[in-house]
């Protein structure tokens, strides 16, 4: 046993052993820590005294989303050297965007949030001039809102328009719920969860809303929930894909989605009016659907794993320390790490060393059940469905460099940690 170990723990510190002469090359090691952690001076987060960090935990909106693509800034630098009529622009975005996915329509939203409260609002008033202007009161029209799967932190999105929530979990509570007074069926179910809640909003003529915010990529699932004859579904622009962070996707079937036009700003007296899109907003999320139509997604999810791949076998040969690397199926789907050690044993947790990541320098963000921007009131999903906390490493928002000052800092870190236990 003794023997298998040490042949086990050789051949973690042979596949490490080229990281560590990286690492070791003090003139590249500091010229990569600068590139990523350091700004240049006159820095615009510097100046004002805010803090750039590595990000390994993903696209969360409060840690500022994602870097937009290079075809998006471009996009949006042109477009801020125009004037155009709103109105207008989003008829033709909304064009190019059923061209692209397939769908009736479209339009861009002010995030996925922005997409579920203009949905609600168009199932709720449709595109009736008094029932828009009456929005939140919702007296005399269908305004209960299913919440298939559970509450939701977002939904507010959808009360502030004037709704009702009704939650069901199972698909038999979900056929239950419907009657005269629903105007919406919202959900993030995907997968044969989805099939069922679809075919029986189907036989219930009543609108089903998928919201896949982190959905892309793939890009494929812009096709593919049209082709599942999706009446509605929405992406966030500032997340996988790249666009602007103040930016969604809303598509569907056409005359749902000019009733969301009707209910959105530039509209004055619309619900959603102060949810208001910008051109640049436009054509940035425009910019990035199309990038991400000519782009090679077999080949960034290798060069991800890679990244990943490097910070495993540095931390691995910290004895005690495991890791895994998968793809989430439910969203957030890129090559993502778990790094596991007993916590107990270490009398160190996950929560312990995520502290210790986010107060080093360079700062450094994981993934764990933290949520530092969850209103702490907010109960969300299945209460029954238990959660554990779990340290990851989400490959895409590392940039290229970054996987090596995550992997050295995460192993100093758990090697103190075990080397204190011991002692």
């Not at 003090?26 to 990569?32: F, R």
């Not at 989303?65 to 622009?89: N, T, Y």
Request: proline share 5%; net charge positive.
């Amino acid at each position: 046993m003794n023997e298998l170990m040490n042949r086990r723990t050789a051949l973690k510190w042979a596949g490490a052993l080229p990281l560590f002469g990286c690492i070791a090359a003090d003139s590249l090691w500091q010229s990569a820590k600068a590139a990523v952690t350091k700004p240049t001076p006159g820095n615009v987060y510097t100046r004002i005294g805010v803090r750039p960090f590595i990000n390994a935990r993903g696209t969360w909106t409060y840690l500022s989303g994602s870097l937009e693509l290079p075809e998006v800034r471009a996009a949006k630098q042109e477009a801020s050297k125009h004037f155009v009529d709103i109105f207008e622009l989003q008829r033709a975005a909304g064009k190019r965007l059923a061209e692209l996915s397939g769908a009736e329509s479209g339009m861009v939203t002010s995030g996925a949030a922005g997409a579920m409260a203009s949905a609600a609002a168009a199932c709720m008033a449709g595109t009736d001039p008094a029932k828009i202007w009456r929005l939140p009161d919702t007296a005399g029209l269908k305004n209960e809102v299913i919440m298939f799967g559970g509450r939701s932190a977002f939904d507010s999105a959808i009360r502030l328009t004037g709704a009702t929530l009704v939650v069901a979990h199972t698909h038999e509570e979900l056929q239950s719920a419907i009657h005269p007074r629903t105007a919406m069926i919202y959900t993030t179910a995907l997968g044969e969860r989805l099939r069922k809640a679809v075919a029986i909003a189907k036989t219930a003529h009543v609108p089903l809303l998928l919201d896949d915010a982190a959905g892309i990529p793939p890009i494929e699932n812009l096709k593919a929930y049209a082709k599942l004859n999706l009446d509605l579904y929405c992406f966030s622009g500032g997340k996988g894909l790249g666009g602007p962070q103040c930016s969604g996707l809303l598509l569907g079937r056409k005359d749902l989605i000019e009733a969301a036009l009707a209910n959105t700003s530039p509209w004055e007296g619309a619900i959603c009016r102060a949810m208001k899109v910008g051109k640049e907003e436009v054509m940035g999320c425009l910019a990035a659907v199309e990038a991400w139509s000519k782009m090679d997604l077999a080949a960034l999810n290798r060069e991800w794993e890679r990244r990943v791949k490097r910070i495993a076998a540095l931390v691995e040969t910290v004895p005690g320390v495991t890791t895994q690397i998968q793809i989430p199926e439910d969203g957030n789907r890129y090559p993502t790490l778990t790094v596991q050690w007993d916590e107990k044993a270490w009398n160190f947790t996950v929560s312990d060393c995520d502290r210790q990541l986010r107060e080093g320098d360079p700062r450094i963000e994981v993934l764990t059940a933290s949520n530092p921007s969850l209103v702490p009131a907010v109960t969300e999903g299945d209460p029954k469905t238990p959660r554990t906390n779990r340290l990851q490493i989400i490959s895409m928002t590392m940039q290229p460099g970054e996987e090596l000052i995550v992997g050295r800092r995460l192993r100093e870190v758990l090697n103190t940690a075990r080397k204190s236990a011991k002692s």
